[in-house]
């Protein structure tokens, strides 16, 4: 069952890596788009825990580090991401005692925006990466937040439901059907 959970996980990740460079980038506001990746990422990572929101991180960051148009540094995404992932995962593990709540997944979404684009952004001042200025990232930060937050509106529960329905056959016979 494990082997489902990790081929839904990157056919996820493949699918917004897809979606993201290919059709969201022709929606950017001030070089800022819907980081669908990240979304996925935070998905698996509330869904599976810290482990899984770091390796969903690092998986997705290094499809973005790779897929044309990639302008910069190999492995900055990943990096951010895997970070970022791993955050999700351990609020996923401080509020275990029930679901996540709509405003959680909110707050979640809006830290793992940060964490990322601060990251990425501080990678590349540290490699000289031209496209970073810091007098934007407060706007940048705003755009991509309110981008990320309507967008995974959509894609966090869809994820979680259909990792949810991937159950090992152990758990499904001790479940009592009413």
Do not use: K
């Amino acid at each position: 069952m494990i082997a489902v959970r990790i081929g839904l996980a990157a056919l996820f990740l493949m699918l917004a890596v897809t979606v993201q460079t290919s059709v969201l980038s022709n929606i950017a506001v001030a070089g800022v788009t819907c980081d669908l990746t990240l979304i996925v990422v935070i998905a698996l990572a509330l869904s599976r825990g810290p482990e899984w929101g770091a390796i969903a991180g690092f998986a997705g960051g290094l499809l973005l580090d790779v897929v044309p148009p990639a302008d910069h540094t190999a492995g900055r995404w990943a990096l951010s991401l895997a970070i970022a992932g791993y955050v999700a995962g351990l609020i996923r593990r401080e509020t275990s005692t029930g679901p996540v709540g709509p405003l959680a997944v909110a707050l979640t979404v809006v830290l793992g925006t940060a964490i990322s684009l601060f990251l990425y952004s501080a990678t590349g001042s540290l490699l000289h990466d031209p496209s970073v200025v810091w007098g934007e990232f407060g706007v940048r930060l705003g755009i991509a937040a309110g981008y990320d937050v309507v967008g995974a509106i959509v894609v966090i529960p869809l994820v979680m439901w259909v990792l949810g329905r991937v159950v090992p056959a152990r758990e499904r016979s001790r479940r009592v059907v009413p």
